[in-house]
């Protein structure tokens, strides 16, 4: 079992960046992925990065403005946002080791609320 903790979350003004984080209990065999949710909408898939190989693979609403990336030795993957915009509100949450796209369908941690004004 695989326990997700987020953090990095916040109130930022349009145009400004985050770092997201998410450590997990344990090292990651295959990979870590995040997803947010805006209220009154599914769950979005935004990025996902491959732990072996480290390479990454993104949704078209973020490409080229969020970059996720990991860091090993301390089970933790990050998401790096900028030129953040309203529509970026929503609760971001990480996952871990699941099958479905960008890594969803398994370990899910708690969320961290992002909110663009």
């Known amino acids: 079992h695989v326990q997700l903790v987020e953090s990095g979350g916040g109130s930022v003004q349009t145009g400004g960046s985050l770092r997201l984080s998410c450590t997990a209990s344990?090292?990651?065999?295959?990979?870590m992925g995040w997803f947010r949710q805006a209220p009154g909408k599914g769950r979005e898939g935004l990025a996902v990065i491959f732990t072996r190989r480290g390479d990454a693979m993104y949704a078209d609403s973020v490409e080229g403005r969020f970059t996720i990336s990991q860091d090993k030795a301390k089970n933790t993957a990050y998401l790096e946002m900028r030129d953040l915009r309203p529509e970026d509100t929503a609760m971001y949450y990480c996952?871990?080791?699941?099958?479905?796209?960008?890594?969803?369908?398994?370990?899910w941690g708690q969320g961290t609320q992002v909110t663009v004004s």
């Open positions: 996952a871990a080791e699941g099958l479905e796209a960008y890594c969803g369908g398994n370990y």
């Open positions: 344990t090292s990651t065999r295959n990979c």
